[in-house]
């Protein structure tokens, strides 16, 4: 053989996947060929399946570092941080509420007079200390928000700050981000 036989094709050898880079007509021909091409019932669940599953992870990733883009709708925008940021700068009555309830509940198994007078009081104590931190929790919220965001909907968002303030501070989702006793940002 001589060298100008063996010569290969400058495309191919420029080339690491062996054929011409298709032009531009051939690609958005191919594109729209994929589009169309109908895919079984099977397939299409599957990879709605993987959309929804992508979709979960990249959510709770954003959960647990408490914030970002990807956080879920309800947890979005900056009237839920603010509301998330007063909840969780202050100590709040009711996030101790479930473990003195389940004291309560182990303390009213014990039949003795004196178990269960410690059981009816701390009941009511607990609620009614509840019920006041709440009210003067949600009244700082609503002039809060009124200061901060006097144009924008604030549709929810004591609710939510009633909901996180009932649950323990280490397990909150979206993460805590601001000390207990910090000061409220500036903007959100």
Known sequence: MTQDNAAPDDRQSNNAKGRATPSRKEAEAARKKAMKTPLTRKEQMRRERDARAQLRQ???????A???????PRDRGPVRAFARDFVDRRRNVA????PILLLVLVLSFI??????????????VMLLLTILD???MVRGLKRGLRERFPDTPTKGAVG????????LRRFRLPAVSIDRGSPLRDRY
Not at 58 to 64: D, P, T
Not at 118 to 123: E, I
């Open 58 to 64: 990249r959510q709770q990733e954003a959960l647990r």
């Open 95 to 98: 996030e101790y509420l479930l």
């Open 160 to 167: 939510y700050a009633v909901l996180r303030s009932t649950q």
């Open 134 to 136: 709440e009210v003067v």
């Open 111 to 124: 039949n003795q007079p004196w178990a269960q007078l410690v059981v009816f009081y701390a009941w009511a």
């Open 66 to 72: 408490g914030k970002g883009s990807d956080l879920p």
